[in-house]
T-cell receptor, first 113, second 109 residues
Framework: GAGVSQSPSNKVTEKGKDVELRCDPI?????LYWYRQRLGQGLEFLIY????????KSGLPSDRFSAERTGESVSTLTIQRTQQEDSAVYLC???????????FGPGTRLLVL | AQRVTQPEKLLSVFKGAPVELKCNYS??????LFWYVQYSRQRLQLLLRHISRESIKGFTADLNKGETSFHLKKPFAQEEDSAMYYCALKAFGNEKLTFGTGTRLTIIP
């Protein structure tokens, strides 16, 4: 079956604009994660969704970042008033249940000019 | 807070030679440790996890709590092992993975 998909694959935006990134997890996967990878750095945890439980938002770097997930389906990560330091690859991952192996998407490469 | 350190950004090894990618962590509790790999033009994927105690593609990793290390080893490197390798830690009761900055392994033919 299809793996985790993300769109767009690349996004170039101007500083101050809002962007929305989309993640389609593997069907049936209850857990969904967003990570950010800046150039030359490791993956930074952003947010975690598990079923209908309240999400773990502890990794969101500022209130400009927000994410939603409807049930166990698609998730969107929104960055408002983008800054140049937001430039990174944003990775989405899903797993069948908490504690299971993560399946990563291809990422969205965001460039803020 | 937990931290994962991979001291080598780049590592080059000749084909057939042993490989060791270093990973050290700091965490006061009982961690769960992982190695993830990203081959060229492919997605990040799980290579192995310490609780499985398995060998994948000839790679093994042993959790050393005394040295707080989880080094990845392979006795004889192969060209297809060239990739980016990330060590990751999951704290007990917490679902988020903390990743190291990664090591780019290049196998020289």
């Amino acid at each position: 079956g299809a793996g985790v998909s993300q769109s767009p694959s690349n996004k170039v935006t101007e500083k101050g604009k809002d962007v929305e990134l989309r993640c389609d997890p593997i069907s049936g996967h209850t857990a969904l994660y967003w990570y950010r990878q800046r150039l030359g750095q490791g993956l930074e945890f952003l947010i975690y969704f598990q079923g209908n439980s309240a999400p773990d938002k502890s990794g969101l770097p500022s209130d400009r970042f927000s994410a939603e997930r409807t049930g166990e389906s698609v998730s969107t990560l929104t960055i408002q008033r983008t800054q140049q330091e937001d430039s990174a690859v944003y990775l989405c991952a899903s797993s069948l249940h908490r504690g299971q192996e993560l399946a990563f998407g291809p990422g969205t490469r965001l460039l803020v000019l | 807070a937990q931290r994962v350190t991979q001291p080598e950004k780049l590592l080059s090894v000749f084909k057939g030679a042993p490989v060791e990618l270093k990973c050290n962590y700091s965490y006061s509790g009982s961690p769960e440790l992982f190695w993830y790999v990203q081959y060229s033009r492919q997605r990040l994927q799980l290579l192995l996890r310490h609780i499985s105690r398995e060998s994948i593609k000839g790679f093994t990793a042993d959790l050393n709590k005394g040295e707080t290390s989880f080094h990845l080893k392979k006795p004889f490197a192969q060209e297809e092992d060239s990739a980016m390798y990330y060590c990751a830690l999951k704290a007990f009761g917490n679902e988020k993975l903390t990743f190291g900055t990664g090591t780019r392994l290049t196998i020289i033919p």
